[in-house]
Every structure is written in structure tokens, then in C-alpha cells.
């Protein structure tokens, strides 16, 4: 199984709601990333785990908060966004961190997330 | 600044045409480099990758890459486009241990 998860496929929230990203593989990575993207932007990459630790967070507002339960899940918490956070958030994973730079990272299809 | 860059923002090709999508990087220490693919609403794809060895890399779906150090270049290239290549592309280089850096992506369209 070379796929990797995303639910929803779509969210529509409040700037006062609280909501989460689900993201999940089972290919027996240990590393997992969240990035963010604007339409005709690359993706800008927000966090890294590995080994379920968070490892790398680009300077991520606190409003965005990352949680990995297990070595298949990777969660992020949504709470008090800002119009400006819609964009498409791309979950991915690769073997390890070990290979950060040079492992392949698989990525999901995204959830495409607008706040009003 | 270390970074990749990609130069055209927009490549168009007849199908059946050879095509060449341009990527040139400025790093330093050894420059590990991508092509990722990003079809209308998904997530990227992974097409090749350079690491060391040989210069001409060969990847997915008939995509080649050559890594020229001379030009501080890594173009992707296929010898016959095909409508279904149109996409967006992303040329990305790897920091060690730093962060995973994306160009700025050139869109290919493929016209029949």
C-alpha cells in the first residue's frame, strides 16, 4: 500500500471553530510531514515528525497545532484561523528522517480548507 | 540564497513533441534534487530523484532528468508529450537535515 490518506477532502470553517485534519499511511514511514499551499504556489512545508516527535516547525502560528498519536497518523488541530490560512493542506510521509533530503516523500491528496 | 529556481512559468507543447521543463539550483554541498508532478486537485506525485552517480536520471511515467553541474542545471525532459502530462511541475531540492525547498512550479500544457 504506496497511498497516502487525507480526510475530509474538504472544510469549510468558522474563524471560531475548531476543527482537525486527519492524515494517514501505512507504509511503515517514520517520517511525516504537513504543508500548506496556495493556488499556483508550491507547497511551503510547516511540520516534520519523526518517530512520532515533532522534529521540524517552520515558525507555524500557534493557531495550528500538529499531533502525531502513532507511526500511521498525523492529526492538525485548526483553531481561530484567519481567512488568509485557506489554502490546500498536503499531509506526506517518507522512510525516515534520516533521509530527509534524499527519501522520496509521498503525499496525500490534500484537504482544501476555506475560512470564512 | 541557496535555492532552486524554475525559469518559465508556463510550457506549452505539441502532443507528440519532445518537451523540456527547466530547473537550475545554487546550493552548496551536495544538491539532491526532485521533480514532483501535481495534477489539477490532488497532491504531488514523485517522478525522479538525483542523489549521486549517474547524470541522467530516468524516472516515472517516461520522465528522464539530467543533472548538469556545470550549469547548475536539472531540466526534465520526455521524448514524446502526451495531452495527459499537462500538470503542474515542481523542481524541489533537499537540505540535509534542514528543510525540503520547492521551485516555484512551471505549468505544462500539452496541446493536442
Known amino acids: 500500500d504506496t497511498e497516502v490518506t487525507q480526510t475530509p477532502k474538504h472544510l469549510v470553517m468558522g474563524m471560531t471553530n475548531k476543527k482537525s485534519l486527519k492524515c494517514e499511511q501505512h507504509?511503515?514511514?517514520?517520517?511525516m510531514y504537513w504543508y500548506k499551499q496556495k493556488a499556483k504556489k508550491p507547497p511551503e512545508l510547516m511540520f516534520v515528525y519523526s518517530y512520532e516527535k515533532l522534529s521540524i516547525n517552520e515558525s507555524v502560528p500557534s493557531r495550528f497545532s500538529p499531533e502525531c498519536p502513532n507511526s500511521s497518523l498525523l492529526n492538525l488541530h485548526l483553531h481561530a484561523l484567519q481567512p488568509e490560512d485557506s489554502a490546500l493542506y498536503l499531509c506526506?510521509?517518507?522512510?525516515?528522517?534520516?533521509?530527509?533530503?534524499?527519501?522520496?516523500?509521498?503525499f496525500g491528496p490534500g484537504t482544501r480548507l476555506t475560512v470564512l | 540564497a541557496q535555492s532552486v529556481a524554475q525559469p518559465e512559468d508556463q510550457v506549452n507543447v505539441a502532443e507528440g513533441n519532445p518537451l523540456t521543463v527547466k530547473c537550475t539550483y545554487s546550493?552548496?554541498?551536495?544538491?539532491?534534487l526532485f521533480w514532483y508532478v501535481q495534477y489539477p486537485n490532488r497532491g504531488l506525485q514523485f517522478l525522479l530523484k538525483y542523489i549521486t552517480g549517474d547524470n541522467l536520471v530516468k524516472g516515472s511515467y517516461g520522465f528522464e532528468a539530467e543533472f548538469n553541474k556545470s550549469q547548475t542545471s536539472f531540466h526534465l525532459k520526455k521524448p514524446s508529450a502526451l495531452v495527459s502530462d499537462s500538470a503542474l511541475y515542481f523542481c524541489a531540492w533537499g537540505n540535509y537535515g534542514q528543510n525540503f525547498v520547492f521551485g516555484p512550479g512551471t505549468r505544462l500544457s500539452v496541446l493536442p
Open positions: 546550493v552548496s554541498g551536495n544538491p539532491y
Open positions: 506526506a510521509s517518507s522512510q525516515d528522517l534520516n533521509g530527509f533530503s534524499y527519501n522520496e516523500q509521498f
Open positions: 507504509m511503515g514511514h517514520r517520517a
